[in-house]
């Protein structure tokens, strides 16, 4: 069978498809190797099958409840046959995702107009961060809101500069300062002049040096501070973003964030470029931050609402 096409004729589950080709082709790929042609399900087999799940970037914490569970099912007879651990897993796999996914808090889609919702931005440097804003204020201008970009990353003029050309390119407004400025009085500035203006959504650009991680928590302490003096209960999201090529150093550096911050939600950058996408799994599972938006390419229009069936559906089918 042509691997471009599903199996059993099925349609592809979206863009997805062919966005998380490198990972469907390390995970549902072996998984497919290691099981085809076998009759038992004996510690040898679980054993490979442990091997995928760690190389996957799905996390060794992770790994283990689900060959734990594969196991269990043996034990109790419910699980005899090879061919049936690829279902297995991804049910696993869904339930574990869907078990972190409570995004009530706040809305990835429409809001009352003239209801300001501020979202801060964290992340180290590198991630994609600026981008994924961009692609955020695309998705919700698409909506009919009007958005509000703001360099709080006042120390490197090219995060600035950047911010800009993004903001000229989706068509929303861009409140900056000088390089230097104290990026909790341009945020503070940034809402008093959103609240004027009827903006929807405020979305935060901010720092990520993260070799200086006590000051730059501190400095993103102050932001949340002070945005919530100007508007009660600002930020009403502190966004991770994290990039996905990184594997297992995404879910060290969402711990660091997670404990200083109250991180919100989490988008994966660059999905389409790795093999790594099973570290959405670990995340979830480990962290329980929902993922609010995956990016999977350099466009705009590459930023989807994550859906965790969606997901594995894509990476195994």
């Known amino acids: 069978m042509d691997r471009g096409e599903p199996a059993h004729g099925k349609a592809p589950p979206g863009r997805l498809w062919d966005k998380l080709s490198k990972t469907r082709r390390r995970l549902a790929d072996r998984l497919n190797t290691v099981t085809t042609g076998k009759k038992v399900i004996d510690p040898s087999l679980l054993e490979d099958l442990e091997e995928i799940l760690l190389t996957s970037d799905i996390g060794v ?22 061919e049936q651990v690829k279902t297995i897993l991804k049910e696993e796999m869904i339930s574990f995702l869907e078990a ?61 500069e950047q911010l800009k050309i993004w903001g000229d390119r989706v068509g929303a407004e861009v409140i900056s300062q000088k ?9 503070f500035d940034a809402l008093s002049a959103a609240k004027a203006r009827r903006i929807d959504k405020i979305l935060i650009d901010t720092a990520g040096r993260l070799h200086t991680k006590s000051n730059l928590m501190e400095e993103l302490k102050k932001i949340q501070r002070v945005a919530g003096k100007q508007l009660s209960g600002a930020p009403y ?20 964030f997670a404990q200083s911050l109250g991180v919100t939600d989490i988008i994966l950058t660059k999905l ?12 979830s599972r480990k962290l329980h931050i929902p993922i609010s938006f995956l990016c999977t390419g350099e466009g705009l229009e590459d930023f989807e609402i994550f859906d965790p069936r969606e997901f594995v559906e894509a990476i195994f089918a």
């Open 61 to 82: 914490e992770t790994t283990g409840q689900l060959i734990e569970g594969l196991q269990e099912r043996v034990d109790q007879k419910s699980l005899d046959r090879p």
């Open 100 to 160: 972190s996914q409570d995004l009530s808090a706040f809305s990835l889609t429409e809001k009352s107009p003239g209801t300001l919702h501020a979202i801060m931005f964290v992340g180290v440097n590198g991630v994609g961060k600026t981008t994924a804003i961009a692609k955020m204020a695309h998705h919700y201008q698409s909506q009919g809101q009007k958005v509000m970009l703001v360099a709080a990353d006042t120390f490197r003029a090219a995060a600035t």
């Open 179 to 187: 390089r230097g400025a104290d990026p909790a009085a341009v945020v």
């Open 237 to 256: 999201q502190v966004t991770l973003v994290l990039d996905a090529t990184t594997g297992q150093n995404a879910i060290a550096q969402a711990h660091v």
């Open 272 to 283: 389409d470029g790795t093999a790594k996408g099973g570290v959405v799994i670990g995340i």
